[in-house]
């Protein structure tokens, strides 16, 4: 009898390398999608991963590829440097919400005017998570933070920014989705959005990004099991999940139009 093959579980594009990150939060999860998207497309030694400043400062410890560090915010930036210098390169940008619909907005919004041809995957725990819970522009309202403590209100703070709704408005944007990392079924979705948009940047057909909804168990107060349960129940109500633009799907049902005729 043929002995059984162990098949190695742990991603290459991962480092061997313990995270940092609190109990229960699903960077973690991110993290790995993100590099089995790597390792099956084959791009490990091809990728420039950008980490920006927050929970997402860690990025370049974990993933095993070349990294750059960016200041707070200006991930987008950098990458599209990057991308202009080598566009042989496979680029993306790993960012929270505290770090890129706030400070780093102006450049999100930019590069995807401009189509630029980089992937963001996008953190959304709706809080600032490594400097101590405050409240981001996408805080849900009645949420308590630390500087909301008797939760966010639209009055005082605006109401929380849809980051893919937002970006849906603009031409440059070659693919753009949101998923939850909550579930086994919706954690595969996340994966296959994040193929996707790697496959996007790949064809050259422009700026793609993946807004993942995710738990901060610490600075929500709740365990992880309550924290998941918050995103089933309150985030996805505000954040719907989906595909808002896939231009490759467009293309290809466009082709097969042309083909029937």
């Not at 993933?63 to 390169?89: C, L, N, S, W």
């Not at 005017?113 to 809080?127: K, P």
């Not at 079924?185 to 064809?203: D, G, M, N, V, Y």
């Amino acid at each position: 009898m043929a002995e059984a093959k162990l098949v190695n579980p742990y991603p290459d594009a991962l480092t061997d390398v313990e995270m940092r990150y609190c109990p229960g939060c699903t960077h973690g999860t991110a993290h790995r999608l993100v590099a089995e998207v790597i390792d099956e497309l084959s791009i490990r030694y091809r990728t420039v991963a950008i980490a920006t400043v927050g929970c997402s400062v860690y990025a370049y410890e974990y993933f095993d590829t070349d990294a750059v560090q960016a200041a707070h915010g200006r991930g987008p930036a950098v990458a599209t440097g990057i991308k202009r210098v080598r566009p042989e390169a496979v680029v993306f940008a790993y960012q929270g919400d505290g770090d890129m619909a706030s400070i780093g907005m102006a450049e999100v919004v930019h590069a995807a005017s401009r189509g630029e041809n980089i992937t963001i995957v996008f953190i959304n725990n709706a809080v600032f998570g490594m400097t101590q819970g405050q409240m981001a522009p996408t805080t849900l309202l009645g949420q308590r933070t630390t500087t909301s403590p008797r939760g966010r209100t639209a009055e005082e703070a605006g109401y929380p920014i849809r980051v893919c709704e937002l970006l849906d408005t603009l031409e440059g944007p070659g693919f753009l989705a949101r998923d939850a990392l909550t579930t086994p079924p919706r954690i595969r979705s996340a994966k296959r959005s994040l193929r996707r948009a790697f496959e996007t940047q790949l064809a050259g057909a422009g700026f793609s990004l993946v807004e993942l909804l995710s738990i901060c168990p610490t600075w929500w107060g709740m365990n992880p099991l309550e924290a998941i349960r918050h995103v089933e129940e309150s985030m996805i109500e505000y954040y719907p999940l989906g595909v808002f633009r896939d231009r490759l799907a467009d293309q290809e049902q466009s082709e097969e139009g042309a083909s029937d005729a």
